[in-house]
């Protein structure tokens, strides 16, 4: 699956939000640190805001921070608001469609797609955090092992 840059760039967001839901951060400080866009991840923040994933801090020391719940908030939730995953559109992918072969493909492809949307509907934030932290903890394990 191939997402497109405000993809990532929600993603990014989310997640980097997500990891301290107190703390705030700005446009600027998240592109910086994934070496993105800071107009192009401000217009995507404010998507987010309107999905209600990320709230806008006002005044100094303001910025974003996560709203959404870590428990609930899917992986799909968030590629959802920029890509059309499991649309119609998605599965038109063939051009011979009608053939056995085109069929047969589209069907294959379909499934794919329907696989994936089913992965990241069952993929919290918070699982993923948690995973970060477990395999960040473990890294920091096995190099003080070394």
């Given at each position: 699956m191939k997402l497109q840059k405000a993809t990532y760039c929600a993603l990014?967001?989310?997640?980097?939000?997500?990891?301290?839901?107190?703390?705030?951060?700005?446009?600027?400080?998240?592109?910086?640190?994934?070496?993105?866009?800071?107009n192009h991840l401000a217009k995507v923040l404010r998507d987010?805001?309107?999905?209600?994933?990320?709230?806008?801090?006002?005044?100094?020391?303001?910025g974003y921070r996560f709203s959404g719940n870590l428990k609930r908030t899917t992986l799909f939730d968030v590629i959802h608001l920029f890509e059309?995953?499991?649309?119609?559109?998605a599965r038109a992918r063939d051009s011979h469609e009608g053939t056995d072969i085109g069929n047969a493909l589209n069907?294959?492809?379909s499934e794919?797609?329907?696989?994936?949307?089913?992965?990241l509907g069952s993929i919290t934030i918070g699982t993923l955090l948690k995973t970060m932290r477990w395999r960040n903890e473990r890294a920091a394990r096995e190099t003080v092992d070394s």
């Open positions: 990014y967001a989310v997640l980097e939000l997500a990891r301290d839901p107190e703390l705030q951060l700005s446009a600027t400080d998240i592109a910086d640190k994934y070496n993105i866009s800071a987010l805001g309107r999905a209600g994933l990320v709230e806008s801090v006002r005044g100094a020391g303001g059309d995953v499991g649309g119609a559109s069907l294959v492809l794919i797609d329907e696989i994936a949307c089913a992965t």
